[in-house]
């Protein structure tokens, strides 16, 4: 998968789960921690959200793996480091 | 005069720290002023026995506020900003005066022209003894106004202990709060207050305030592990742990004690119905434990654990007694047994448990199925790596309808009408319920 596609797959999800038009979602958007545009329960939503949309195209990833947990760089903190994730999964 | 020994302690302490909060810290003496001024106010506006529901999060006002209500010998009623159906559950607890707070710390002051006469209420106003009103997430859903009467609660506080520098997110309305925050006030301890209550911020918390004690949840465990928030701030001044309200993954637990060996891991045990028991785990890293202490009898029949306690419940107000005549309350918790240890599996029944908090599928069911297009819908857990048991639910439509625009639906349309962890994360179009041979609806 090419970077821009998963990037869009997760800010379509973001943007679909924060449904706000007023909150830019872009490469940058910080998923994890202070900044964060959504909460812990709305993490765990988002990460559902992007599994499915990601089985749409018949690729069949689990985002919340021990491997995921245990980096010593969460893999979840930005749209951009979660694409990457993606791709390295989906590869 | 119910709280005179912890009034007398804060009168030796008023130098020392007591609360921290919105970046400051509170000293005895603050709180012990406010206090005063809440008693006052209590003694103008109320009776003593009278129903007062405040609606707060922790804070030096709301700290005062709740020692005062108990020496005044009111019953106490404490809602949290996240509660929904605060309306209600006014109704069921025969709410007389409302002390409603915004996040501001502004009050209102308001009469509810209830006029509280439970049988329950009357046999605690009899004993002259200061009540609270916890609601308690019954089997059918719906919340259950559960009294106690403070003076048991008060007299485990009697004997002063040693207290650790403890940080408290738990909502205003949460049993166990209370009691953390009693137990650490008789003992003049320090409480912390994070703004936020996300991983990061009670991390940061933490490491600036030099925090030893943190109450948590597994969950919260977790979402620390995957955060990697202790890597940003050092929290090596903690010393011990406390998780409860929820099964912990061994994983997660195993997990925690290699990173940080030196940290004490205990298990708490707690139900609304009867007090906060002390537990002794096997060892740090082992899920085995020992539930009781002097005031409790433990019994475990067909692998379910009963529980009978000195400081239960009266009862509910709106609500059968939840005891056999014998003063047994079924816990509904599986257990399973090794000697003195036991081992929590797992709840009876179809409670889903979302990162601690309790879901009942009949309440959120009936939530999806007043929505526009939504026939039936059967609400089940499904386990989650993060939150331990995510929401989810079958939904058979009456018309067509793209999965994608039913989902944005189902989540605009339960906002208002759920909190958050309640709301269905996986959504599934189906053809027809599954129904088990007792005619009874098969979750999951």
Redesign the interface.
């Known amino acids: 998968m090419e970077k821009n596609e998963a990037i869009q797959i997760v800010i379509e999800a973001v943007k679909?789960?924060i449904?706000d038009e007023n909150v830019p979602v872009n490469a940058e958007t910080v998923l994890?921690?202070?900044n964060?545009v959504v909460?812990?329960?709305?993490?765990?939503?988002l990460?559902?959200d992007i599994e499915s949309a990601l089985a749409e195209k018949d690729i069949e990833v689990t985002l919340?793996?021990?491997d995921?947990?245990?980096r010593?760089?969460?893999p979840?903190r930005s749209v951009d480091t979660l694409s990457d994730y993606i791709i390295e999964l989906s590869a | 005069m119910y709280i005179d020994f912890i009034i007398e302690r804060f009168k030796e302490s008023l130098d020392k720290e007591a609360v921290i909060w919105n970046n400051s810290v509170y000293d005895y003496r603050y709180l012990l002023d406010k206090y005063e001024f809440w008693l006052d106010f209590l003694k103008e506006n109320t009776q003593p026995g009278s129903v007062v529901a405040v609606r707060a999060d922790y804070n030096p006002d709301s700290i005062s506020l709740m020692l005062a209500l108990i020496e005044n010998g009111n019953i106490f009623v404490p809602f949290s900003f996240a509660n929904k159906d605060i309306e209600e559950k006014i109704q069921s607890a025969e709410v007389e005066h409302y002390i409603k707070f915004d996040k501001e710390g502004n009050f209102q002051f308001i009469d509810t022209e209830i006029k509280a006469n439970h049988q329950l209420i009357e046999e605690l106003r009899q004993r002259k003894h200061p009540g609270v009103i916890v609601f308690s997430s019954g089997s059918t859903g719906k919340p259950k106004a559960a009294l106690h009467d403070y003076t048991h609660l008060l007299n485990k506080f009697k004997v002063q202990r040693a207290t650790l520098r403890t940080v408290t997110f738990l909502l205003f309305d949460h049993w166990g709060g209370i009691n953390t925050l009693l137990y650490i006030l008789s003992n003049t301890g320090v409480i912390g207050v994070p703004d936020?209550r996300?991983?990061?911020?009670v991390c940061e918390f933490i490491e600036r305030y030099k925090i030893e004690l943190l109450p948590t949840t597994p969950t919260f465990i977790?979402?620390i592990?995957?955060?990697?928030?202790y890597?940003k701030h050092d929290i090596s001044s903690l010393k011990v742990v406390s998780y409860g309200t929820e099964m912990m993954p061994e994983?997660t637990l195993k997990?925690f004690n290699k990173l940080f060996p030196k940290i004490t891991l205990k298990q708490t045990y707690g139900l609304t119905e009867l007090g906060v028991m002390r537990t002794k785990s096997e060892s740090n890293d082992s899920l085995w434990v020992k539930v009781g202490g002097e005031d409790y009898e433990t019994k475990v029949v067909d692998n379910v654990l009963f529980i009978k306690a000195k400081t239960s419940i009266l009862g509910y107000l709106n609500a059968p007694s939840p005891f056999d005549d014998e003063g047994w309350y079924n816990t509904g918790d599986r257990v399973e047994q090794k000697g003195e240890y036991i081992r929590f599996l797992g709840r009876e029944n179809d409670i889903i448990n979302?990162?601690g908090q309790k879901v009942f599928p009949a309440e959120v069911e009936s939530v999806l199925m007043q929505i526009d297009n939504i026939n039936e819908a059967t609400v089940f857990g499904k386990s989650?790596?993060?939150?331990g048991n995510?929401v989810a639910a079958k939904i058979i439509l009456d018309k067509e309808e793209p999965l994608?625009r039913l989902k944005?639906k189902i989540?605009?349309y339960c906002k208002n009408k759920l909190e958050?962890?309640k709301v269905p994360?996986?959504i599934e179009i189906t053809e027809k319920t599954k129904v088990s041979e007792r005619f009874k609806k098969v979750r999951g």
């Open positions: 679909g789960y449904d994890l921690g202070n964060a909460d812990s329960i709305g993490l765990v939503n990460i559902v919340t793996s021990e995921a947990m245990s010593r760089k969460s979840f | 936020v996300s991983p990061e911020e977790n979402l592990l995957i955060s990697k928030a890597l994983s997990a979302v990162g989650n790596p993060i939150m995510v994608n944005s989540r605009k958050a962890y994360v996986h």
